[in-house]
T-cell receptor
């Protein structure tokens, strides 16, 4: 299956700082999503972004499908942004939702 | 109203027991999934149903059996539980078969003693 690598594995920030999380994937994709797992374990879908750029409040994401990577930007971090951020992809040859997840970036935001 | 709900939230049981986890979605989605998250937080798909038809069946022990009585419900039954089955099990749903805009339930923490 497709390989998904996320970096950095851990990130510690002061409140108010900006950050960039990266997701590299080993093959062409037609489905890429970013998720946030909060400290209570809930998985929230942040973006469906197989290509291009999207913004939602302080979060934005960019996927450059031809270069096989996606970036998640968090601006003006807040303590509520803490948790694990996952990237998940579906390879271009698949029509079924067999998403492959990266191992995540653990983000800790201190007040 | 919760979009994807699963019960129970916590399940503590002895080795060798049989247990079930239930999932329901009120989004009108056609496709539902079971994912397993291990102790290192790695998420892996187990099964997927589309309109009650099994469409994804990953390599999992046959002690795990999903059942979908209708497209709004997907249950997971686990026979003869083993220590290694301890994990968080997430139900999820999406409108189409391709898993785009996947929405997760709140998870079931299974602990096998």
């Amino acid at each position: 299956g497709i390989q998904v690598e996320q970096s950095p594995p851990d990130l510690i920030l002061q409140e108010g700082a900006n950050s960039t999380l990266r997701c590299n994937f080993s093959d062409s994709v037609n489905n890429l999503q970013w998720f946030h797992q909060n400290p209570w374990g809930q998985l929230i879908n942040l973006f469906y972004i197989p290509s291009g750029t999207k913004q939602n409040g302080r979060l934005s994401a960019t996927t450059v499908a031809t270069e096989r990577y996606s970036l998640l930007y968090i601006s003006s971090s807040q303590t509520t942004d803490s948790g694990v951020y996952f990237c998940a992809v579906l390879d271009r040859g698949s029509t079924l939702g067999r998403l492959y997840f990266g191992r995540g970036t653990q983000l800790t935001v201190w007040p | 109203d919760t979009a994807v709900s699963q019960t129970p939230k916590y399940l503590v049981t002895q080795m060798g027991n049989d247990k079930s986890i239930k999932c329901e979605q009120n989004l009108g989605h056609d496709t539902m999934y079971w994912y397993k998250q291990d102790s290192k937080k790695f998420l892996k798909i187990m099964f997927s149903y589309n309109n009650k038809e099994l469409i994804i069946n990953e390599t999992v022990p046959n002690r795990f059996s999903p059942k979908s009585p209708d497209k709004a419900h997907l249950n997971l039954h686990i026979n003869s539980l083993e220590l290694g089955d301890s994990a968080v099990y997430f139900c999820a749903s999406s409108q189409g078969r391709d898993g785009r805009k996947l929405l997760f339930g709140s998870g079931t923490q299974l602990s096998v003693l």
